[in-house]
């Protein structure tokens, strides 16, 4: 996977390590992304939302990570913003997964599966 800056900011929400950052894979958070986006577009609050009720409360995705991360995402054409009323009546930028996002969520989901395959190979090893 490639690297993502800002994956510190991803902190886990549990009882044992509150406000402990978790040690995830580098490039966990564009996955996080695209998966949320393609299923409907979706402004930086939601998203950060959406992440942490999919996870069980156990990922927390900070601003601070979640909006260069985005801009990110969409200089490499892999979402698309658009500027929309949100639910409270502003204006937000929803984000949206495109084509060629489609495709690098693809591409990157299969890596994860790789990679987390692999790590559960290690720790099950007697």
Do not use: C, Y
Request: hydrophobic letters at 35%; charged letters at 25%; a positive charge.
């Amino acid at each position: 996977m490639r690297q993502t800056p800002g994956l510190s900011t991803i902190r886990r929400v549990d009882n044992h390590s509150m406000g402990k950052s978790s040690d995830l894979v580098q490039g966990t958070l564009d996955l996080l992304i695209l998966k949320t986006v393609s299923l409907e577009p979706k402004h930086g609050w939601a998203i950060a939302k959406r992440i942490q009720q999919v996870s069980g409360e156990v990922l927390q995705v900070q601003q601070g990570s979640l909006s260069p991360a985005l801009h990110r995402l969409e200089q490499q054409g892999w979402i698309r913003a658009k500027w929309t009323e949100s639910e409270t009546g502003r204006q937000a930028k929803f984000d949206s997964l495109s084509t060629a996002g489609r495709k690098q969520l693809e591409h990157e989901a299969e890596n994860w599966k790789r990679l987390s395959g692999a790590i559960n190979l290690v720790i099950q090893e007697a």
